[in-house]
């Protein structure tokens, strides 16, 4: 769709560059209505409700990284466990106590524990926790999505729609679209009285696949809310 100037009101209309549509104008304020609808029911979120939200992550953060630390020390000793049976093994093949079949099959054996051992400390050691950042700055963005919204320039209402809402369509004057994750989420919850679900929900959040770049993704979202 493109604006259109028409009596100091701006209206909209489809380009009509496939040849399949009529071109119905609808003004920018029919447009936006059902938009400004979410937006100020994602406003009523209470910051208490957020607070909670972030804090139960929080706690939820220090349990995995306990168990992270426990699961990294048990590997980290099997693995030296492992290096001290290879420093034997030679030892073993050189005083004639195993064979040479002997030496390699179990070479082969422990290298391979040790390899999968590296994989797993791994994904230990890279275990993504900037979930809760991303969640906080989401929620705050959430929370502030109207003000932000009546604020910014085009360009910045745009992709400030653009983190909100997938599939916008059309039918004549009627918009229609759907709310992206983590917002629809947002939106169910902050009709409810507590946070304590919606922590749940976020911290199953695959956030890698809401956002394969992370630090990039989260860059964008901090610019909007510090907009």
């Known amino acids: 769709m493109s604006p259109e100037m028409h009596k100091g009101h ?4 489809c380009t009509n560059g ?15 209505k059902p938009v ?12 208490e409700q957020i607070d909670e939200v972030v804090a139960g992550l929080k706690q939820s953060h220090s349990s995995k990284q306990a168990y992270h630390g426990q699961a990294i020390g048990g590997l980290q000793k099997e693995y030296n466990e ?4 290879l420093d034997r093994l030679i030892d073993l093949l050189l005083d004639g ?6 030496h390699d099959k179990k070479l082969k054996q422990l290298k391979g524990r040790q ?3 590296n994989i797993l400390l791994e994904e230990h050691t890279d275990a993504d926790e900037s979930y809760i950042i991303a969640a906080a700055t989401v929620l705050n963005l959430a929370k502030r999505a109207r003000a932000l919204f009546e604020s910014s320039e085009v360009p910045e209402k745009r992709a400030l729609l653009n983190f909100l809402l ?18 629809d989420t947002i939106l169910t919850w902050s009709k409810r009285p507590t946070g304590l679900a919606l922590v749940d929900d976020f911290r ?11 630090s990039m993704a989260l860059g964008e979202l901090r610019s909007l809310v510090t907009n």
């Open 36 to 47: 400004y609808e979410v937006l100020k029911a994602l406003e009523r979120m209470p910051q």
């Open 10 to 13: 701006i209206y909209y209309a």
């Open 97 to 102: 106590s195993i064979t040479k079949d002997e």
């Open 18 to 32: 496939k040849g399949i549509c009529n071109k119905v104008y609808t003004t920018e304020n029919d447009l936006l």
């Open 115 to 117: 390899q999968e051992i």
């Open 166 to 183: 997938q599939n916008s369509t059309v039918d004549g004057k009627k918009p229609s679209y759907a709310l992206r994750s983590p917002f």
């Open 204 to 214: 199953t959040l695959d956030w890698a696949e809401e956002y394969p770049f992370p």
């Open 82 to 85: 492992i290096q001290t049976k």
